[in-house]
């Protein structure tokens, strides 16, 4: 069983919708955790960090960990084309190796 | 502020050859953590590189072997390159100590195996 799954899409919505991007672990004892933002051919920006439990926002974006069920998600609201990217969560046990999905690419259409 | 720059952006190798990539990290930091990013797939841990010493390393061979200097930067070594070896190479550079719980990339290196 891999550590993080993470659909990997393609997700095309249209522009002002809400895009919800999720992903399991496996490992309870992960409890940092990431969204990476990697537009093509670019490397990985880092957008949102969460620790345990519960819901982060910033700006139009909010990240939710629910580690009952060890499921992360990242939403957008009001997406732009200019969020048109693969997103990527990771997590951690210990600040050494992370461990990340393989990448959900989404398309936001004018 | 100085993010994490890599070197060289592009190159192309030969089968069998040996190939170094260079970084140096964002300003402050001292750990140097390398991935691998085949396309289409998340970045793969290679190890990671704290007080000039491996700190962990992942499920690759001995073929990939890294240093770290008194200064931070580090580099990535690849000898007798496979065509699997062809990918996006990342540095990442976050604060060692007990460990970083954010790692911050550069924009990578990317080698084509030929």
């Known amino acids: 069983q891999k550590e993080v799954e993470q659909d990997p899409g393609p997700l095309s919505v249209p522009e002002g919708a809400i895009v919800s991007l999720n992903c399991t672990y496996s490992?309870?004892?992960?409890?940092?955790f990431m969204w990476y933002r990697q537009y093509s051919r670019k490397g990985p920006e880092l957008l949102m960090y969460?620790?345990?439990?519960g819901n982060k926002e910033d700006g139009r974006f909010t990240a939710q960990v629910d580690k009952s069920s060890k499921y992360i998600s990242l939403f957008i609201r009001d997406s732009q084309p200019s969020d048109s990217a693969t997103y990527l969560c990771?997590?951690?046990?210990?600040?050494?190796?992370?461990?990340f999905g393989t990448g959900t690419s989404l398309t936001v259409i004018p | 502020d100085a993010g994490v720059t890599q070197s060289p952006t592009h190159l192309i190798k030969t089968r069998g050859q040996q190939v170094t990539l260079r970084c140096s990290p964002k300003?402050?930091?001292?750990?140097v953590s390398w991935y691998q990013q085949a396309l289409g797939q998340g970045p793969q841990f290679i190890f990671q590189y704290y007080e000039e010493e491996e700190r962990q390393r992942g499920n690759f061979p001995d073929r990939f072997s890294g240093h770290q200097f008194p200064n931070y930067s580090s580099e990535l070594n690849v000898n007798a390159l496979l065509l699997g070896d062809s990918a996006l190479y990342l540095c990442?550079?976050?604060?060692?100590?007990?460990?970083?719980?954010?790692?911050?990339f550069g924009e990578g290196s990317w080698l084509t195996v030929v």
């Open positions: 300003s402050g930091h001292d750990t």
């Open positions: 990442a550079s976050s604060l060692g100590g007990a460990g970083g719980h954010t790692i911050y």
């Open positions: 990771a997590t951690h046990p210990t600040g050494n190796q992370f461990y």
């Open positions: 490992n309870s004892a992960f409890q940092y």
């Open positions: 969460t620790y345990s439990s």
